[in-house]
């Protein structure tokens, strides 16, 4: 292309690239997408980019305008970006895993379960307490606890794996951990501390 071609660059670069922004803009909108003010920058920068690509490759012998031809190649471009950016999202949330899902071993107990803690409320309750204070704390405590989640704390310091406990009580996997959770919530261990 001669020099005389790269005037038709020239509407897109006056102004701090104001007409190639506005277009891109359109396109966001078009998306229903919500952008981040780093998201712009990024978007701006790769329309930018696509703008010299599209002059590169137009050819103003197919009859299409150059306009009409640089809108189609920034919304093919932004929207593969953001199926790159939402495939990224996706790979993530598949390998995420709740501390409270089962896990399918023998046991079937939670993951929250088998990760080793070297954290034993029992003893840092012990440190921070007078000589036989605690008693009365942890009496506090176990009087906020239902029948079921005393038959639990019972089962646990007797040494039962989560799994017998289920089978002795008859829990389900979702009772069991839902009675966990209310144990070790902050609400109940804090009188402890």
């Known amino acids: 292309m001669g020099d005389k071609d790269l005037s038709i660059l020239q509407p897109y670069c006056e102004n701090d690239m104001k007409k190639l922004k506005r277009m891109s803009k359109s396109i966001f909108l078009r998306f229903n997408e919500p952008l981040a003010k780093a998201d712009y920058d990024d978007f701006y920068s790769l329309a930018n980019l696509t703008l010299w690509q599209a002059y590169n490759s137009y050819n103003p012998d197919n009859g299409v305008c150059f306009e009409g031809f640089l809108h ?15 495939r990224h999202k996706r790979i993530l949330n598949q390998l995420a895993t709740s501390l409270d899902s089962v896990n399918e071993d023998e046991d079937k107990s939670s993951l929250m379960e ?21 008693q009365d704390k942890i009496q506090q405590y176990i009087s906020k606890l239902s ?19 289920r089978e002795i009580l008859e829990l389900s996997e979702r009772d069991y951990t839902s009675n966990m959770q209310i144990m070790r919530s902050y609400e109940n261990v ?3 501390f």
């Open 114 to 134: 088998v990760i080793p803690s070297d954290f034993d409320t029992f003893n840092e309750v012990v440190k921070r307490q007078e000589k036989e204070q605690y």
């Open 147 to 165: 029948r079921q989640q005393i038959n639990i704390l019972n089962l646990i310091m007797d040494g039962y794996e989560p799994y017998e406990i």
């Open 72 to 86: 189609t190649c920034l919304q093919k471009k932004f929207k593969s970006e953001l199926t790159k950016r939402h």
């Open 190 to 192: 804090k009188m402890l």
